[in-house]
């Protein structure tokens, strides 16, 4: 190596978003992000429906006939398919028998195994939250969004606004999970949809409110933990 | 839209006009004395309020610049511009009204029978039907400003209607734990009720606690201002709410639509001041109008003793209530009754002036001239039976009420109150309850039993007359059914295709019964005989823009995460699928030579990219790929083309072995879904093999450094040995790019030493960015897809999907080095077995094209004038000095210097066929 490169620095797929909405961007742990947005930095998050961008976050993939055990593993139980579970390093998304997403930061003996795979970049986070967070969903899915059909700890993988996107439901929010590729259409399809419920976006910074502002607690079902 | 709690104003016809909180469009005109809102679609008939319910064509208007709006039910907003429809120059002296004198020249269907010849003036006729009749014009101009949204709900139930027998249907399903939409068209709920002070007063408090009840309840969701205009399979109901339409999903479905008045036909029923009851209900008590002067009530029921007191008790001189029965069908308290007796007609033009009254069965040149200003008709109801008829519930004619409804349900389905021929208040509210608690156990179907009728109807026979209107929305007459009928279209159904009654904006409400009489009457059969025209969705007119919603994935657009990078550079952009790709950074050309002559970057990370670890991924990729790699060693990269059973292409690629049991493979750009759908498909069939198989398309971004310069500036930021020693062509590589970890491929799809990248996706920009500075002093260019294009056709690269299609096998498409048919077994074997021991078909050949005329895709492959084969790609090569592409054409004329012509803005081409590439034949700059 002749030259020697500045250290790597890690963009997530809306920071240039973020940058032109006037968002402040930090760099923290590697990764540049908007931590916060002026005009939302004092919001009172449980009277307001807020978007908040998540992608950088480690994503492990787990696959093959072991996933199974990894997950125990990593939850300290089974997890059914179409629902989450938590565990120290995060949570684990189910999709099939043979396959699993962790969205955390696993340990090296997880990813040293050869049923895992980093796909940390591969998969953008949304957060949304707020009383009509089910409402603005409404106007880009045609799925079952009701509690009785998506309990708490559901997840379900399908199209929101005609991109393939991974829909997690907490007590206090939903995840959407979605190809960095597809995100934008994904993020301006929900501002969009949520202008009619003054949906804002919020920075990093409101992270810890913004997924525990509905309760972080068990699901219903209990075994498969929310937060 | 919510109801405005102080007056507004708006402009009618560049009038300007206020109204009240609330009010209607049509009734704040109505106050302001205009009565004429509209011109009739063929005759150029002036129309006032009618219905006053919003079915009727009479109050259409165009209103900020979206046409045919109802504004008998459409609040008026501050500052909205209204206008009349079809009228020239304007509506109230509308030239085109002549043809109302002209109508014994334009019998029913008569544009069918003498418009077709001479047949090319047919154009031109029709130019001038659109033009003079119609409805109102689409604004091109404001059209794409309004914004349409569409929403999917879910409920237990739904309830379709507010009236008295939806509320209790509401309020008995969500006792009942279930949760309840109630779709309600008007800005309250209570149904008609809201209209009949007297039947409110009769309920009391049961009527206000009632609505307030619902209201209240946090099961139901309450939608208000909407119309259900469709039932769909599986309890799939359409809902139109202002700008958005709303997908409702439910277990049970409660119909309680109610009814409408029906209008008698009669000579000059048409004319502004000839009123339905219950639209005068309507705009007195909902709109706050009055009806001053003189009018005359025509009823066969006690609701026109109803209204006309009503009116009376507003100031309105009664001159009459007709009553077609023999005894008044109510107390008449004091109003001056003509018992037995009938209208003949109506007097007027812009405006009712008389009524003509006479005995039932009398003759009508003996009938009495009743001077008034209103002619209010209450006539009965009949069944709102739309919807129950769309989801598939049988209908059939109660002679006792004089209606068709519903006797058969299918599942899922309930039907409650009017819509049921039900009027009585307290039979409306069991019937709710009933409705509700079958919906809410999930059940429903079946026969339906309702509640007794209330008396029997009187005759509504009348006099026959010139203009006397069935269908206001088409202008069709009596005397034109009567005419159609003996045309030879006596079947309902065809008659109502040839004479277009129950085909305009009102879809039958106001006119089918009156059609289906008058087919009747015309066949001296039964109504129940002649049957009713099918009914179909919309129920209601809606809005194509609310039919189209939004579609948000009709804007999707994929982006790879260099992006803003090549914003910032300057690149033209091209769709490529739903990815957004550089074409170019300004000049093709200089990309083009950058690579040949120095070194270029280009990002591809639109390739798919899938992960497979496991002992058994070597037996799996010989299985599903044509070409071996069991053998492949670890380091080494390999071209493949995968294909389907039938041996077509249905894609390419490279597989790289990494390590031992841990595969890289990447697909064409756009298919890495389809490549991992077909992956997981046979690895499903093979439940014993131990494979991982990961898409990292998303979470790997890709980049292409390549020109004879590529490995010197590759050099300056990978500590690893690029030499051609360490690493020749066709290896693989894992090392740090930038301090990245990345995955490098030495392949060369332009044909140039040059390195594939793969980076992960959060780590693209800064790799890509500390690449190009790298490569400042070598001169490095970034270049895009059309430079890239230019690069492989020298080369004789093909692309999948372009220069391949759904007959495509590798063995036609210069590739049968690459089926190894002494495999045991793979995808596509058997066919590609039976296709080699064939006569070869159309082969896939370069072509050379003399100076630089640059055929089109998908140009004409010509010899001796016969179509022999067409044009792929093409473009013109500096390296080759000529134009240069590739094309499909018989395996006779595929070898080497076949001369061919190729047919370019129509003149033929000289082209030969070259099979070696046009560019460094045999590699050297590759592998250098």
């Not at chain 1, 195994?113 to 953008?124: I, N, R």
């Not at chain 2, 087919?519 to 194509?544: H, K």
Request: aromatic share 6%; proline share 5%; charged share 20%.
């Amino acid at each position: 190596m002749i030259s020697s490169p500045s250290p790597p620095l890690a963009r997530g797929p809306l920071v240039a978003w973020h940058r032109h909405a006037g968002g402040q961007l930090e760099t923290v742990g590697g990764w540049e992000i908007c931590t916060s947005h002026p005009e939302t930095a004092g919001l009172v998050l449980a009277e307001h429906n807020v978007v908040l961008d998540w992608s950088h976050r480690a994503v492990i993939e787990l696959g093959g006939p072991r996933t199974g055990d990894l997950v125990k593993g990593l939850v300290g139980s089974d997890v059914a398919v179409g629902r989450m579970g938590a565990g120290r390093a995060g949570i684990v998304c189910r999709l099939t028998p043979g396959r699993a997403i962790v969205f955390g930061n696993v340990g090296p003996q997880v990813l040293d195994d050869t049923a895992a795979v980093d796909v940390t970049g591969g998969w953008a986070t949304i957060v949304l939250a707020g009383p009509d967070a089910i409402n603005i969903l409404s106007l880009l899915t045609s799925a079952d969004l009701r509690t009785r059909s998506m309990p708490v700890a559901a997840i379900r993988q399908g199209p929101i606004a005609g991109i393939n996107t991974l829909l997690c439901h907490f007590a206090g929010h939903w995840e959407l999970h979605a190809c960095p590729d597809s995100v934008l259409s994904l993020w301006e399809a929900l501002l969009d949809a949520g202008d009619a419920y003054r949906l804002q976006v919020v920075g990093a910074e409101r992270l810890g409110d913004v997924v525990t502002v509905g309760g972080g607690g068990g699901d219903d079902d209990g075994g498969e933990a929310d937060r | 839209m919510s109801s405005s709690v102080e007056a507004v104003t708006f402009t009618f016809d560049g009038q300007s006009v206020t109204a009240g909180p609330g009010q209607t469009i049509a009734g704040a005109l109505h106050e302001d004395g205009v009565h004429v809102l509209s011109r009739s679609f063929k005759y150029h008939r002036p129309r006032g309020l009618f219905c006053a319910t919003g079915r009727c064509p009479n109050c259409l208007c165009t209103v900020d610049g979206a046409p045919n709006v109802r504004t008998c039910v459409t609040e008026a907003t501050e500052g909205a511009i209204v206008r009349s429809q079809n009228a020239w120059p304007s509506l109230r002296f509308d030239m085109l009204s002549i043809l109302d004198r002209l109508h014994r020249f334009m019998p029913v269907g008569f544009y069918y029978r003498v418009m077709h010849k001479p047949r090319f003036l047919w154009p031109v006729f029709e130019s001038i039907v659109r033009r003079i009749a119609g409805l109102g014009r689409v604004d091109r101009e404001s059209g794409g400003s309004r914004r349409y949204d569409r929403q999917t709900l879910h409920s237990d139930v739904v309830v379709i209607g507010g009236g008295w027998a939806g509320l209790h249907a509401a309020i008995e399903a969500s006792e009942r734990g279930r949760d309840v939409t109630l779709v309600e068209e008007r800005a309250k709920l209570g149904g008609y009720l809201q209209d009949d002070p007297a039947l409110q007063v009769e309920l009391g408090d049961r009527f206000e606690s009632t609505i307030q009840r619902v209201l209240e309840d946090p099961r139901i969701r309450v939608l208000l201002r909407s119309t259900a205009f469709g039932c769909y399979e599986d309890r799939l109901v359409a809902v139109q709410s202002g700008d958005r339409m709303i997908r409702l999903r439910a277990d049970g479905v409660v119909i309680a639509t109610g009814g409408w008045e029906q209008p008698l036909v009669f000579p000059g029923n048409d004319r502004p001041g000839v009123m339905l009851a219950s639209g005068v209900q309507r705009m007195m008590w909902q709109d706050g109008c009055q009806f001053s002067g003189d009018a005359v009530v025509v009823t066969d029921n006690p609701g026109g003793y109803l209204v006309a007191h009503a009116l009376a008790a507003a100031g309105t001189n009664i001159v009459a209530v007709v009553d077609h029965n023999e005894t008044p069908s109510t107390d008449p308290r004091g109003l001056p009754v003509r018992t037995g007796q009938t209208l003949y007609s109506v007097r007027g033009r812009r405006h009712v002036t008389a009524a003509v009254v006479g005995p039932i069965e009398g003759p009508t040149s003996a009938g009495e001239v009743l001077g008034c200003n209103w002619v209010v008709q209450a006539a009965g109801f009949t069944t709102a039976s739309g919807l129950l008829a769309q989801a598939g519930c049988r209908l059939v004619y109660d002679e006792s009420r004089d209606l068709y409804r519903a006797d058969q349900l299918v599942e899922g389905y309930r039907s409650a109150g009017s819509v049921n021929g039900t009027f009585d208040v307290d039979a409306c509210a069991r019937e709710g309850r009933l409705a509700g608690e079958v919906a809410a156990a999930g059940s429903g179907g079946g026969a339906i039993e309702v509640s007794p009728a209330e008396r029997p109807r009187a005759s509504r026979r009348l006099p026959e007359g010139k203009k006397a209107f069935v269908c206001l929305c088409e202008d069709v007459t009596e005397g034109d059914l009567f005419d159609a009928v003996a045309d030879g279209f006596s079947n309902i159904e065809t008659l109502k295709r040839y004479s277009t009654v129950c085909m305009g904006p009102c879809q039958g409400k106001m006119c089918q019964a009156g059609s289906i009489a008058a087919c009747a009457r015309a066949n001296g059969a039964t109504i129940s005989e002649t049957g009713r025209t099918t009914a179909r969705p919309p129920d209601q007119p809606v809005p194509l823009g609310v039919l189209a919603g939004r579609a948000p994935h009709r804007h999707l657009c994929r982006l790879t995460a260099l992006h803003d990078w090549h914003i910032e550079a300057g690149a033209v952009f091209m769709d490529s699928g739903a990815w957004k790709r550089p074409e170019s950074y300004g000049d093709a050309s200089a990309e083009y030579q950058a690579v040949r002559d120095g070194v270029g970057l280009i990002d591809v990370s639109t390739l798919g990219k899938l992960e497979l670890c496991g002992p058994d991924v070597a037996e799996f990729l010989e299985f599903v790929y044509p070409n071996r790699f069991a053998k492949l060693p670890i380091g080494k990269v390999r071209y493949g083309v995968i294909c389907d059973e039938s041996g077509i292409i249905i894609d390419d690629g490279t597989i790289a072995r990494l390590e031992e049991d841990r595969w890289f493979v990447t697909t064409t750009t756009g298919n890495a879904e389809g490549v991992d759908s077909w992956f997981r498909w046979w690895l499903a069939t093979r439940p014993d093999w131990d494979i991982r198989l990961t898409n990292i398309s998303g979470a790997t971004a890709a980049m292409n450094l390549a020109g004879p310069l590529s490995r010197e500036v590759l050099e300056r930021v990978c500590d690893g040995d690029l030499s051609t020693e360490s690493m020749p062509y066709l290896a693989a590589r894992q090392m740090e790019v930038a301090g990245v970890g990345a995955i490098l491929l030495r392949i060369g799809f332009v044909g140039e030493l040059g390195y594939e990248i793969h980076v992960p996706t959060h780590l693209a920009e800064h790799v890509w960015s500390e690449l190009m500075s790298a490569g400042a002093a070598a001169g490095i260019r970034p270049f895009g897809v059309e430079a890239q294009r230019r690069l492989r056709l020298d080369k004789q690269h093909l692309l999948a999907g372009q220069d391949t299609d759904a007959l495509s096998s590798p063995l036609d498409a210069g590739l049968p080095w690459i089926v190894k048919l002494d495999k045991p077994d793979f995808v596509g074997r058997e066919a590609l077995k039976r296709a080699s021991g064939r006569e070869p078909g159309q082969q896939l050949v370069g072509f050379r094209l003399e100076g630089k005329q640059v055929p089109p895709e998908p140009s004409l492959v010509l010899v001796d004038g016969r179509l022999e084969g067409r044009v792929t790609s093409a473009r013109y090569s500096p390296v080759a000095g000529a134009t240069v592409g590739l094309a499909w054409v018989p395996a006779e004329l595929s070898e080497n210097g076949r001369e061919v012509s190729i047919q370019i803005d129509g003149q033929l081409v000289n082209a030969v066929v070259q099979r070696e590439p046009f560019y460094d034949p045999d590699g050297a700059r590759l592998k250098s």
